[in-house]
């Protein structure tokens, strides 16, 4: 029997279209877009994933409610292989997520002052407890991890919750129970969570291996090979070369974000349903009724090669905070 393939992984509709300088010089008046760059004759047309159309499953809109729409950076969701880590990092990379690593330099350094008890490596398990454990700690402590919107304007995690579903009887000590209760089962009922694992585990290996092989490969070229952006073609080479697109392309999965769209169903009942291409999904809700939702995946720009000095640094820093040594207090931890 053949198995059913996975649906695509849910990307923002885009289109390229073509714009005048004059556009571009006004928009480029705006605060929030100075370098904006004037000079392109062509931009990328997007979709508001926050927003979602009208609904009209009774035929008619009587009282248009409204969409909420939550943001999530899940990070990496995999530990590195055990065979490429360095000896003295095996104890914690391998028993730790790097995203909880990572949190404990932002507390030594003052960047934050508690570490958030989230956990990627829970999210991603796929196991509807897990997730939820994930999202209950997201929502004690979002950070620039976990936003929450009404028709695209900012708010909390409650008052999102309020404008989705009204009041409920609250039944976890997690303010906004309720709308993360939705968030939990739109996730374990969609794919995303799980393709963008698939993606991030093209490389699990460990930066100082990946940035090793990057080092080799500049070493081994001359100064006119350097310039000229080529080496000579050998199995050894396009080894490297394959990790480090692998590498880049899994840097990009780690740091991607999801983007939920959800509004209350007006009227009727009916399944629970993921979305497809022409359709939103629909997850029902305990209390009675449903939600209609669109999920999309954004924030997946490449990563460029230039970054791999960077994340070196990074995880030494991290790794010195690990280990009970003092970071560098002007450390760059963004």
Known sequence: MMS???????????HW????????????????LERLDVDVRRVMLMRDSRLLPADT??????RPRPTVSVEIKPKWGALPHA???PPQHRAAKLGTSRYQLHQHL??????IEVPSEYDPLDLFSGEAGRVWTALQALGRSPQNNFLTAVDGKPGGLHSASLALLGPCRAVHDTPGAALLTV???VLVQEDALAQILDVQRLCSTDIHAVHAQYQA???AASPEVREQGTLPPTPALEAALSLLR??????TARDCALLLALRRESSGGGPMRPQTAEAPGRVTLHSGGAVFYRLTVIDLDRKPVSKLARHLALDAEIMRVAGGIEPAADHDLE
């Open 4 to 14: 059913t393939p996975n649906p695509p992984l849910p990307l923002s509709q885009q």
């Open 17 to 32: 279209v073509p714009v005048e300088p004059a556009f571009l010089v006004t928009l480029a008046q705006r605060p929030c």
């Open 57 to 62: 499953s009774s035929g008619r809109d009587l």
């Open 83 to 85: 065979h490429t880590v």
């Open 106 to 111: 932002k507390a030594a350094t003052g960047a």
């Open 183 to 185: 968030v939990r089962d």
């Open 217 to 219: 490969l500049l070493d």
């Open 246 to 251: 692998d590498y880049l392309t899994s840097c």
